[in-house]
């Protein structure tokens, strides 16, 4: 056919138009088969029909209506999207605090109400304080689903560095200067051991962190730990063991982040952790005091218990 219509003569001029006239036909019958008898909500919408029952102006503000109601079922899918993100972020807080709650640990919820540019990666204000029940060094963290969206454990956060009345500041894990105790789990303790063993070091922020270094530093590990698995993707959990340069106060089990990489230096390793969170987009989080009514309660029993481990009677010195 190409060969055909590249030919010039008289003769071939009247084959060209009538492969083109075939062409006309198959393609009207095709138009036909296909549009006009497709009709949408009991209307026509064929070329022909339309044309015949509206003019410009009525298909141009059908248009512009059609136009409208799609922008505002766009705005309500946004609108439903953020419920469901908003409804699934409330689910996993009520489920973290049931859990801590069977753990005998409380917790108490606060908003971010200010964060400095100047100290963006390190230290952020919450709206609760010492008449909350805060005090210096508690832990910070909040609920993140790992694995499973239903399957959902503590994230570090930081410590509450200062207290006020009814604000508080927060240090976050992202600053250099705040060190934790941490451990990579499920490390194989050998090779031929089923066993596991715990690959521990300290974990702190990355020099520099911000927008382009978004990662955490667990240092001091042993050299061997690439031999027992410490690889990417490993989980990285806090220990709550503490040393000259950790204090110890955070509980352990708080999951901190995702080995990224592994180097070994000269005298032992370093791991390059992704966090577990998104420390730019935190607005809630749970701090975890001391229950004081708790406290008092274990004094009073410890209190009535004498030297040999027998209950004091008053008045009997027996």
């Not at 730019?280 to 229950?291: A, E, G, H, K, W």
Request: negative net charge.
């Amino acid at each position: 056919m190409v060969w055909v219509f590249t030919l010039k003569s008289k003769d071939i001029r009247a084959v060209q138009s009538k492969i083109l006239g075939l062409f006309g036909i198959v393609y009207e019958s095709i138009d036909y088969l296909t549009f006009e008898q497709d009709i949408v909500n009991g209307e026509p919408i064929s070329i022909s029909e339309i044309s015949r029952k509206y003019n410009k102006k009525e298909l141009e503000t059908r248009y512009n209506k059609l136009l409208l109601d799609l922008y505002e079922l766009r705005a309500w899918k946004s609108q439903i999207d953020l419920l469901r993100e908003e409804n699934i972020e409330l689910k996993r807080s009520l489920n973290f605090v049931e859990f801590k709650k069977r753990q005998s640990q409380k917790l108490v919820a606060a908003r971010v109400i200010n964060r400095p540019s100047s100290t963006w990666w390190k230290t952020f204000v919450i709206d609760r304080g010492s008449d909350d029940g805060l005090e210096l060094n508690d832990p910070v963290m909040t609920p993140v689903a790992v694995d499973r969206a239903e399957q959902v454990e503590g994230a570090l956060v930081g410590k509450v560095m200062n207290v006020g009345k009814s604000q508080s500041t927060v240090v976050l894990v992202t600053d250099s200067e705040c060190k934790v105790g941490a451990y990579v789990h499920g490390v194989f303790a050998g090779e031929n051991d089923k066993g596991l063993e715990r690959v521990q070091g300290i974990l702190s922020g990355a020099p520099g962190a911000g927008r382009d270094v978004t990662y955490l530093m667990l240092q001091n590990l042993p050299k061997e730990a690439d031999r027992f698995g410490v690889s990417a993707g490993a989980k990285v959990y806090s220990s709550g063991v503490g040393n000259a340069e950790v204090s110890g106060i955070f509980p352990p089990g708080l999951i901190l982040g995702y080995v990224k990489e592994f180097e070994v230096g000269d005298f032992d390793a370093v791991a390059r952790v992704q966090p577990a969170i998104n420390f730019n987009q935190l607005s809630y989080i749970f701090v975890l005091v001391t229950d004081q009514n708790r406290e008092v309660e274990l004094g009073l029993n410890v209190g009535d218990i004498g030297v040999e481990g027998l209950p004091n009677v008053k008045g009997d010195n027996n």
